[in-house]
């Protein structure tokens, strides 16, 4: 056996290829799905004059179909290729890109929405994640800080290029060059990805201190075992580390979302102008692409318990920051809440990998990932929900206050070990 060591960093060839293919799945899914709107949904109410209502909503109307789309996908990986879904689901998302950009009627434009949000959702969030599990179950941390960078440059670039679009090529040319990389992801992922390095004649986590055959015979020794794992979706829903998990990491995604997508509106109603607003905002979305390796790097470094904690800590901060109305505080929030953002999405896969390792991964975080959309699908609705209520928006910061704090003890108490003997 050979006994050489590889650097957190070193994740080979065929797995920056795995891992660049991840980052643009989680980039399309935040430029279509969230940041894009700051400048088509003016285009949709304005210019085409669709249904306004609608149009606002249709956010809120897509969460339950990304939920159940995930939780459908999640069963059908466990008897099927998860690459070949994963390609599949970019190829749907990049056609009903194109057709969102033709559509000038309400129905329409919504329909669409839809379905790029629950197949975008579903590639990002889940099949992407799944495969980055198999592929580094110890350096996971570190490919996933890689991956989610994709989320924050997309905060950071995608309004700026989706308005050069609409004032030059229009906005239908946009979706096309998005639907584009989508489309060039899929074709990759279904064509060179495979679930598990060994089925490439590579090592999980590059290590090629792994002994080529006796590391085959162990993984076909273990796809057979999960064919038995008693780990299914029912064994996961009943363990209470499950929901524990689904506290310590889905509450930093509910104050991700919560925070972003009313970022404008709590900064302007604290007496800020809408340039130092927007430069807060493109502040705290380019800190976050760092800080998202950053996490990640640590995630290997100190193990994932105690990034855990230092993220939901952070969170705390804050919103305690925002809480005041000491403009210092707010600036040193930002790059809190970048790191925030970074961490937020790598913590899912880190823990469901530490708790259920390499394999019974598959089974429980097909359960975890749709629990925390569901997390992060009500944190707009939710926050909303209160600035409607309280116009100065202190009360939703109060609210995420108390749960950060929920949060921190969540992730203190659990427990990142394996989570019995027999997984693997």
Known sequence: MNNKKTSSWNLGVKGYIVVILAF????????????????TRDIFVNVLKLNQGAIYAMSTIAVPFGIVGSIILGRLINKHSIRLYWGLSMIITAVFTVAIGQMHNTVGVVVCYVVIYTFSLASAMLLAGEIIGHWFPTKRGVAMGLCTAGYPLSAATTSAVAGKFAESAGYSMYYVAIAVIAIIVGIVVILFVRDFPEEKGGYPDNNPAFDGEKA????????????????????????GRMWVLWIAVGITGFMSMGIMSNFVTKFMVMGYELPNVLQMLGIAGVLAIPGSIV???????????????????????AVLCCLT?????HYISL?????????SSNLMVSCTAAIWGRYDFKNAFSVIQPL????????????????????????AYIIMAIMAVVGLIAMCALKVEPIDKDVR
């Open 295 to 317: 996490v990640g790097w640590l995630d290997v470094k100190i193990g994932t318990k105690k990034t855990g904690i230092l993220i939901n800590a952070m969170a705390l901060v």
């Open 216 to 239: 085959k015979a162990e993984h076909q020794a273990a796809l057979e075992y999960l064919k038995t794992s008693k780990w299914t979706a029912g064994k996961c829903l009943k363990t």
């Open 372 to 395: 925390n959309s569901v997390m992060t699908g009500v944190g707009i609705t939710v926050v909303s929900a209160c600035n409607s209520i309280d116009k100065t928006c202190q009360l």
């Open 24 to 39: 643009f799945s989680c980039y399309v899914y935040s430029a279509l799905t969230s940041d894009s709107l700051n400048v």
């Open 325 to 329: 109305h000491v403009t210092v505080l």
């Open 335 to 343: 790059p809190i809440l970048a790191v925030m953002l970074g961490g």
